[in-house]
């Protein structure tokens, strides 16, 4: 079926897909190699338009037990080619199959790599699959229409509606996790830490965390500059210094404004496994995973008392771990994933370890 993809520049490419739709959303591109199931799955990704540059997609087919949220949050998925067999001992359907079943617009025969080299230029901006609609001016009036509408946040429906219990009762850290998109993989990388969660929505209120009586906080990662996100910063505010608080991503975003801190979007966000960072302390560097297009600005974390960066990425200069060890908090800009199996990424490990030396 023909479709058609555009920015809201006006540039425009042209393409196939699966099934006939039409979606809005903000266009950005992910260069991992591996990992579709994943980034589809991610609630980070709501309402965003995917482009993989990977040109080979769907060769492992889809396993289940891959899938990071209980549906797939993308506005759109963009991909070069689509892989027309796929061969993996843990697959249990295609990917073509997946995206129907997940009613997902999907677009392939693109020309991927002149798209990430304009948005590279250009900047991310809102884009526009359809399959119905071919004409520039019709579809740049849907764009500034769409740009027109009242912002709705997207976190009711992506955060657990009422606290659920994860874990052993008898582990050896109980937390408190704020879910603003909780993904499986830190679930598992927590459980095997020894940690048991109190998994609490999105909008639970200072007091009723503070009367849980956990160890720490955790604040998942979730969908950038949603609306929905100032109340949940108003309700960290009067946490910082009462308990160990991790911020991961999104929610590295949101401590560092409830501590006073202001953020910047960045031209051309951090998407892909291989982001480099560096600790000015230790003079370690790490290769990341990343999936942010927004930053805590590093001029507004020098004005905070106590709050330092404690890593920059190798790239860019921009902020990936913010710290303040008098008020118990880590900030993650930077995805903690797994480094290989039953393995825990070290930004988990070292909240764990500020764990254990607070009273």
């Not at 892989?83 to 129907?100: G, H, I, P």
């Not at 764009?143 to 582990?171: D, R």
């Not at 927590?190 to 956990?214: D, F, H, S, W």
């Not at 953020?263 to 995973?289: D, M």
Request: with cysteine; aromatic share 6%; charged share 20%.
């Amino acid at each position: 079926m023909k479709a058609i993809i555009m920015l809201e520049d006006g540039r425009s490419f042209s393409a196939e897909a699966l099934s006939a739709g039409e979606s809005i959303g903000e266009v950005v591109i992910n260069t991992a190699v591996v990992g579709y199931q994943e980034m589809i799955t991610d609630p980070a990704n709501a309402g965003k338009i995917l482009v993989l540059t990977y040109p080979l997609i769907g060769n492992y087919g889809i396993a289940p037990k891959f899938n990071q949220s209980k549906k797939a949050w993308l506005a759109g998925l963009v991909i070069k080619e689509k892989a027309q067999f796929y061969s993996n001992w843990q697959a249990k359907s295609s990917l073509d199959d997946f995206v129907k079943e997940q009613k997902l617009l999907m677009i392939s025969n693109v020309d991927t790599r002149t798209l990430v080299v304009h948005l590279r230029q250009k900047g991310q901006q809102l884009g526009i699959i359809s399959t119905s609609c071919f004409a520039a001016k019709d579809l740049l009036e849907k764009l500034v229409t769409f740009k027109k509408k009242q912002k709705t946040s997207l976190l009711p429906e992506i955060s657990l509606a009422k606290p659920a219990y994860i874990g052993k009762q008898k582990a050896k850290y109980k937390l408190a996790v704020l879910d603003l998109g909780l993904t499986k993989g830190l679930i598992q990388q927590l459980e095997i830490l020894g940690c048991a969660m109190q998994v609490l929505p999105y909008n639970t209120p200072a007091a009723e965390i503070l009367r849980l009586k956990t160890k720490g906080l955790i604040i998942s990662n979730g969908p950038e500059d949603d609306v929905g996100l100032a109340a949940v910063v108003e309700n960290i505010k009067p946490l910082i210094g009462k308990l160990p608080i991790l911020g991961i991503s999104t929610g590295c975003q949101v401590v560092a404004r409830a501590m006073g801190a202001k953020l910047i979007k960045l031209k051309f966000g951090h998407r892909g496994v291989n982001y480099p960072i560096h600790n000015p302390a230790s003079y370690k560097g790490e290769i990341t995973a990343q999936n942010h297009s927004w930053a805590v600005e590093q001029e507004s974390i020098s004005k905070i008392n106590g709050l330092k960066v404690s890593a920059y990425n190798l790239n860019d200069r921009s902020v990936e771990e913010i710290e303040s060890k008098p008020q118990k908090v880590i900030g993650l800009q930077y995805l903690p994933v797994s480094p290989g199996f039953a393995e825990v990424n070290l930004g988990l490990k070292k909240f764990i370890k500020l764990l254990g030396r607070s009273k």
